[in-house]
T-cell receptor, first 111, second 114 residues
Framework: GESVGLHLPTLSVQEGDNSIINCAYSNSASDYFIWYKQESGKGPQFIIDIRSNMDKRQGQRVTVLLNKTVKHLSLQIAATQPGDSAVYFCADRSGTYKYIFGTGTRLKVLA | DTEVTQTPKHLVMGMTNKKSLKCEQHMGHRAMYWYKQKAKKPPELMFVYSYEKLSINESVPSRFSPECPNSSLLNLHLHALQPEDSALYLC?????????????FGAGSRLTVL
């Protein structure tokens, strides 16, 4: 389930299930989007990216979907594993250097 | 070398101290960034340097002073900080070209201001 408020939104999934993490962005001029994974005590780690001229991109066990009409991005993780437990952020770019991060979602994988 | 290295990993300082955070990359990236991250929050953009020149300053207080001595190094000088400045400071770098430029992050410097 999800919880909001003072804490990060949290998504809890059973090991082996698929996870879907959502992100909304506000700038319609954003042309490039990145998903990052951040584990406790570490910097954000690149997962997958997508340019605004695409609506879907697949990697190994991950898929990113982009809906520019509603300014929405999602990250799908197939067969979620305990090592996927982390906080996930989307980032969008407007201009050459301005990368802005979304709120973030904590993914908890239940054994 | 595909890493961004940040030092120190942890820093504790008083409000009257002067200290510096350092960042280094050898990937040939010509854009370097400072982000600030508070607990349970996303990274917030502070500064961007491109070709060693300051391109973006997100209205950061002057008690934070960035410096880019060369294309591989980025510093953040700290002076007269407040306790609310305690946070994880992340450095990142990227290429400068049309298209997809992934930000590569370091592990961060965790700053505590007493």
């Amino acid at each position: 389930g999800e919880s909001v408020g003072l804490h990060l939104p949290t998504l809890s999934v059973q090991e082996g299930d698929n996870s879907i993490i959502n992100c909304a962005y506000s700038n319609s001029a954003s042309d490039y989007f990145i998903w990052y994974k951040q584990e406790s005590g570490k910097g954000p780690q690149f997962i997958i990216d997508i340019r605004s001229n695409m609506d879907k991109r697949q990697g190994q066990r991950v898929t990113v979907l982009l809906n520019k009409t509603v300014k929405h991005l999602s990250l799908q993780i197939a067969a979620t594993q305990p090592g996927d437990s982390a906080v996930y952020f989307c980032a969008d770019r407007s201009g050459t250097y301005k990368y802005i991060f979304g709120t973030g979602t904590r993914l908890k994988v239940l054994a | 070398d595909t890493e961004v290295t940040q030092t120190p990993k942890h820093l504790v300082m008083g409000m009257t101290n002067k200290k510096s955070l350092k960042c280094e990359q050898h990937m040939g990236h010509r854009a370097m960034y400072w982000y600030k991250q508070k607990a349970k929050k996303p990274p917030e953009l502070m500064f961007v340097y491109s070709y060693e020149k300051l391109s973006i300053n997100e209205s950061v207080p002057s008690r934070f002073s960035p410096e880019c001595p060369n294309s591989s190094l980025l510093n953040l000088h700290l002076h007269a900080l407040q306790p609310e400045d305690s946070a994880l400071y992340l450095c990142a770098s990227s290429q400068i070209q049309l298209g997809a430029n992934v930000l590569t992050f370091g592990a961060g410097s965790r700053l505590t201001v007493l």
